[in-house]
């Protein structure tokens, strides 16, 4: 296994804070989480990690976010990124009610002048602020659509990193990304990278064969037999993610995806998981540290990997 050829980013999904499970706001745009953001991603950058952040017009248009992103600019040049990240329930040109369904929460579900229509004033408020047009995107929800590669390269993006591998988000009217593995795809001239995702069990054998054909799990899980398999050898599905995943389960999936060949990994988490009291993940002190324990392990025990930004990993 060449692990010198494998390379990681860190990728925030960097964004207001609100509530899951409690529909989508054009109000619900308020970001306290700077200063946390900022001392925890000095720690990540301390350890060798680049960070691209992909961020949201709410977070963009707002004073925290704008001390974080004077911040990076003017500690850190080579080590950062600053991309783009489409809520389209918080990003102009807004629709006449506040909420909005969450159909249209996936830009990609959008009509196609809206779609981009939206994703230029983020490109421009971004270019404001950061003094560079953003290259990198990663839609909301992961919410691509048909038109989606094709206004992004109208825009001038190169990379996308919305596939969530082996995932599908139909049931919230969201995208179906079960066919995709996670090597990159070509998509309408846009270098697409998945958010890393897949599976682990106790055999690593086992587990390079679910990664490597999107439909090797789905067969299994048709029969009885199948099913009675996956339990024996402790399958499970895990994000590169301290979000919900430890350590362990984000070393073996890396292992596995490294064995196969995957070039590009993705390690990925919500700013503002980085406060306690906000996100799912991290509701209280002690679950917070564990968060910040899980992503100092994992990075450090990848330090051998070939750390990389998105706009400087050309290939
Ligand atoms: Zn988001």
């Given at each position: 296994m060449n692990t010198k050829e494998t390379k990681l980013s860190v990728v925030i999904h960097t964004e207001e804070e609100f509530n899951w499970d409690s529909g989508f706001f054009a109000?619900?745009?308020?970001?306290?989480?700077g200063k946390e953001l900022v001392q925890f991603c000095e720690q990540l950058l301390a350890i060798g990690a680049n960070i691209v952040f992909a961020m949201d017009y709410a977070f963009v248009s707002s004073d925290e976010g704008q001390n974080v992103i004077r911040h990076f600019k003017k500690n850190h040049t080579d080590n950062i990124e600053f991309a783009a990240h489409l809520h389209p329930w918080v990003n102009p040109p807004f629709a006449n009610e506040d909420q909005i369904q969450e159909r249209d929460s996936?830009?990609?579900?959008?009509p196609e002048d809206i779609e981009k229509t939206k994703l230029s004033a983020l490109t421009d408020l971004i270019e404001l602020h950061t003094g560079y047009r953003p290259t990198t995107y990663l839609a909301g929800?992961?919410?691509?659509?048909?038109n989606s590669h094709k206004i992004l390269k109208e825009l001038g993006y190169k990379v996308d990193l919305s596939i969530t591998p082996f995932t599908d988000y139909g049931y919230q009217e969201g995208p179906d990304f079960s066919k995709y593995n996670n090597d990159e795809v070509m998509i309408e001239g846009i270098r697409c990278i998945p958010h890393s995702t897949g599976f682990i069990s106790y055999l690593p054998f086992f587990t390079d064969y679910l990664n490597k054909t999107p439909g090797n799990l789905d067969r299994l899980n048709n029969s009885f037999l199948g099913k009675v398999l996956l339990r024996l050898l402790g399958v499970s599905k895990v994000r590169l993610s301290p979000e919900g995943f430890n350590a362990k389960e984000m070393g073996l999936l890396t292992e596995s995806l490294i064995r196969i060949g995957v070039g590009h990994l993705i390690f990925s988490f919500h700013?503002?998981?980085?406060?306690?009291?906000?996100?799912?993940?991290?509701?209280d002190e002690v679950s917070l540290k564990t968060f910040e324990q899980d992503a100092f392990n994992y990075l450090n025990n990848v330090k051998n990997l070939r750390h990389k930004t998105l706009s400087s990993a050309k290939q």
């Open positions: 109000s619900n745009n308020r970001v306290s989480h996936y830009p990609g579900n959008l929800r992961y919410g691509i659509g048909k700013s503002s998981t980085v406060k306690a009291g906000i996100t799912p993940y991290t509701q």
